[in-house]
Antibody, heavy 118, light 110 residues
Framework: QVQLVQSGSELKKPGASVKVSCKAS????????VDWVRQAPGQGLEWLGW????????TFAQGLTGRFVFSLDTSVSTAYLEISSLEAEDTAVYYC???????????WGQGTMVTVSS | QSALTQPPSASGSPGQSVTISCTGT?????????VSWYQQYPGKAPKLMIY???KRPSGVPDRFSGSKSGNTASLTISGLQAEDEADYYC??????????FGTGTKVTVL
C-alpha cells in the first residue's frame, strides 16, 4: 500500500544538526511532490515547504531560514529534511506528506520527534 | 504568510452538527479553490478529510462537508459521533507554490 515511513526520534543539543528521512513505498516516488510540515508541542501545524521529486527543486515557506535543507535520493525513494544550527524552538514533530491528490496533503508519514535540549 | 484563523474550540452533542470556520485573505482562501481540511487525533498524523473546498477522499464519511464564501471556508460535521472528537486544521494554497495551515480547532463531542 501507499505509505511514507519516517526515521525515528532524535535528541540533539543546541547548535547540532539533524537529518530526518521519509521513505516512500507503494507508488512511483517521482510522481508526487513531498511536503514537510512541523508541529511544536501543543501547537498547530506549520507548513515548511516542499520538494519537486523530479527536479529536486525546493520551495520554502516565507520566513523559513537557510538552516533548512530539503533533498532527495530517488534511487531509494527517500526525501530528507536537514536542519542545522538547531535551536530549542525547533523542538517539534516533523511530518512528510505527499500530494497524491493535487493541491492536498493526502498521504502522511508517521512523524519524527526532534527534541533540542542541552 | 500568516496562519489562517480558526476558532480554538467547537462542540456539539452526538447527532448534532458542528461547523468550523477558517478565515484567510484574498491571497489564500479567497483566491483559490485549493482549500483542504485535516483531522488529527492526539499523537497521530493528520488525515485528509476534504480537498478542493468540497470534495471528500475515498473512505471519508459523507457526514463531513466543506464550503467557502469569500475569504472564509467552513467544515461541517453532521450527525456528530464520538469518534469525531479530534483537532481539525484547514489549509489553503497561498500562491507561488506555497501553502498555509489554519490555527486549528479542537472539536469536543459532549
Amino acid at each position: 500500500q501507499v505509505q511514507l515511513v519516517q526515521s525515528g526520534s532524535e535528541l540533539k543539543k543546541p547548535g547540532a544538526s539533524v537529518k530526518v528521512s521519509c521513505k516512500a513505498s507503494g507508488y512511483t516516488f517521482t510522481s508526487y511532490a513531498v511536503d514537510w510540515v512541523r508541529q511544536a508541542p501543543g501547537q498547530g501545524l506549520e507548513w515548511l515547504g516542499w520538494i519537486n521529486t523530479v527536479t529536486g527543486n525546493p520551495t520554502f515557506a516565507q520566513g523559513l531560514t537557510g538552516r533548512f535543507v530539503f533533498s532527495l535520493d530517488t534511487s531509494v525513494s527517500t526525501a530528507y529534511l536537514e536542519i542545522s544550527s538547531l535551536e530549542a524552538e525547533d523542538t517539534a514533530v516533523y511530518y512528510c506528506a505527499s500530494r497524491h491528490i493535487p493541491w492536498a496533503f493526502a498521504v502522511w508519514g508517521q512523524g519524527t520527534m526532534v527534541t533540542v535540549s542541552s | 504568510q500568516s496562519a489562517l484563523t480558526q476558532p480554538p474550540s467547537a462542540s456539539g452533542s452526538p447527532g448534532q452538527s458542528v461547523t468550523i470556520s477558517c478565515t484567510g485573505t484574498s491571497s489564500d482562501v479567497g483566491g483559490y479553490i485549493y482549500v483542504s481540511w485535516y483531522q488529527q487525533y492526539p499523537g497521530k498524523a493528520p488525515k485528509l478529510m476534504i480537498y478542493e473546498v468540497t470534495k471528500r477522499p475515498s473512505g471519508v464519511p459523507d457526514r463531513f462537508s466543506g464550503s467557502k464564501s469569500g475569504n472564509t471556508a467552513s467544515l461541517t460535521i453532521s450527525g456528530l459521533q464520538a469518534e469525531d472528537e479530534a483537532d481539525y486544521y484547514c489549509s489553503s494554497y497561498a500562491g507561488s507554490n506555497t501553502y498555509v495551515f489554519g490555527t486549528g480547532t479542537k472539536v469536543t463531542v459532549l
